[in-house]
Every structure is written in structure tokens, then in C-alpha cells.
């Protein structure tokens, strides 16, 4: 008995990606589709990273088809595949940089730092190339966070290469300078200082880099905003309303300059004691929640006030790689699949797919 090609279609588009809430036929994750008589084979082209999810889509993409009368031997491929995204209006994607995820927060003291390791090291653990820029050039916190020291080594004695931990690749001011040296430069010195770190560091095709951006939304902030090729950023908060102030603030200069908001993060959403377990809403409740109904941007998800997400950070070895299978870590490994899916439906870079033209004076 054969099996229409059409029938098959319909049985996809009844099957629902639960990352992307989308059917893979409308979602346009349909590949290489072919029939056989009864047999099917097809591919799932993921448009982002998913090593932990790959199995159980796989799983119900068979279930739905096998609902088909007479079908045969089922054959299902599901992969990733992460490509570059456009940027702000008179930029390009970097050539070795797929995404750039900025990862931002209107104040400093809101867990910004600690949510950009633990997003960085989430998408790692999903199986897609990762890079982790600590923006942040008064206080560098990533060497510590991720447990790496030393100084980079350069083969041409222009640029460097990146510093790499948990299959992290990172760069960061705090490489080239003595940990308790204060950085005592003006606006115009630091954003000439970062753009150095991320264009002079010899990043491995990344499909994303995180940058762990500076606290505020001044000058440098907006500097760097106009000039790194950003596809999207991500605003940590926390829920109480001095900070939910200072991170509407952020999300509207990230509007200002055409970035895209990825979503928020409400960091210390409630405080969980270490000895009974009872939850205190501490800095408030759902404020977060509130500031994404105002801007209309997607909430990305919620973090505990736990001691131990504070003590992994501090030894170097933050949540996602202390304890993988914890509460905390599986909540930074959905808040990242949610990122790196809002990446995914963002309009594709067409740049590469023109020429350059150049104009001479003969």
C-alpha cells in the first residue's frame, strides 16, 4: 500500500514542536522529505541547539506518523543547524561570529553576570559552539566565574586567542590586567578597549557569543550598542521596582538602537532558606512578569535567591556544570533554549549573499 506524499504533510503539521510551540511543517523544519510505498524517510533541521531534546523529537515525530494506515519502516534524522541572524541597520555579522547575544541589565547587583556564564554555558551543553565576552571593563567577573586564569597567547602579535573552560571560549579585560587593578579610564578608552577584546580575539566559528555587557545605560553602553553587531539582547532583573525601573530603561535604549529584545530574566524572583525550604518573596513578585506585558517581549524565566548559585559562581564552576541536573541548572538550560529559538525566528542574514561593489575613479 503507498502513501501519499501529501498525507504525510498533513500528518507533520498535526505534530507540534514543543520548544517552538510551531508544527514542523509550517515551521519549515521539514527536509529531504521522501516516500517510498510505505516507508518514509525525512529530516528535522532544528534551528537551534538541542542535544538534550533531539531524542524526544525524534520519538514524536514517529508516534505521529505511525498514525498513517499501511505506513512502513519510519526513518527520522533530527539535527541542528544555527545560522547567522541580521543586526542593527549599518552593521554586519561578524565573519567567525554567527550571533551576538547581549546580555544586559539597567543596574549592576541583579545577577547579570551569573545569567550570562549559566546562558553561555547552557547552549554549550546543547552542542552549539559558544563564546563568552566579559563586557564589563571596570569589573571583570567572568575569569572567576568560569574558573580560567592566565594570559592569552597570540601568534601574530596582533590578535589573541580566546581563553577556554566547560568548552566555553572567553576573552575578558581581566586576562591582561592585575586583579586588583582599578580600571581609571574614560568612556571613549573603555568602548576602544572592548572593541579590541571582541574583534582581536580569534573566536572559533561561534554560533553564539554572549556579551556579559557593563551595568547602566550611559555612553559606553550605547556606544557599544551602535557598534557591536548585536542580534538580540536578554534584560536581567530582579522583581523589585528600583531595579524594574533601571531595566525598562535598558530594554528601551536596546529598542532605540534597532536591537531585537530576546526577553527578560527575573533574577531572584523568590528566597529559598537552605535550612527548611521555605520560599520568601523578598525583592517582590512579578515584576518581571509585568514589565514584559508592558513592552510585549517574551518573560524567559525565573531564578530562585539560592546560595548555592552564588557559591558555583564563585568556585568556577557555575550552576549548568556544578550540578546539571539540579532545579536551577534545568531552569538556565529552558531560559536558553528559549533564547536561542527567538534567535532562530529572527530574519536571516543576506549579506554574504551579496556582492561587495566598489566604486573607482579612473
Known sequence: MSIAVEDVKAALSKIVDPNTT???VSGKSVKNLKVDGSDISLDIELGYPAKSQIDGIRSSVIAGLKTLPGVGNISVSVYSKIIAHT???GLKPMVN???????????GGVGKSTTAVNLALALAAEG???GLLDADIYGPSQPMMLGVSGRPETKDGKSMEPLENYGVQVSSIGFL???DEPMVWRGPMV???????LEQTNWRDLDYLVVDMPPGTGDIQLTLSQKVPVTGAVIVTTPQDIA???ARKGLKMFEKVGIPILGVVENMSVHICTNCGHAEEIFGHGGGEKMCKDFGVDFLGALPLTMAIRQQADSGKPTVVADPDGKEAAIYKQIARKVAVQVAEKAKDMTSKFPTIVVKND
Open 22 to 24: 510551531k508544527d514542523y
Open 97 to 107: 561570529v554567527k550571533n551576538i547575544i547581549a546580555v544586559a541589565s539597567g543596574k
Open 87 to 89: 543586526v542593527q541597520r
Open 128 to 130: 552549539a559552539s559558544v
Open 177 to 179: 590586567i592585575d586583579p
Open 191 to 197: 568602548t576602544q578597549a572592548l572593541q579590541q577584546l
Open 244 to 246: 524594574l525601573l533601571d
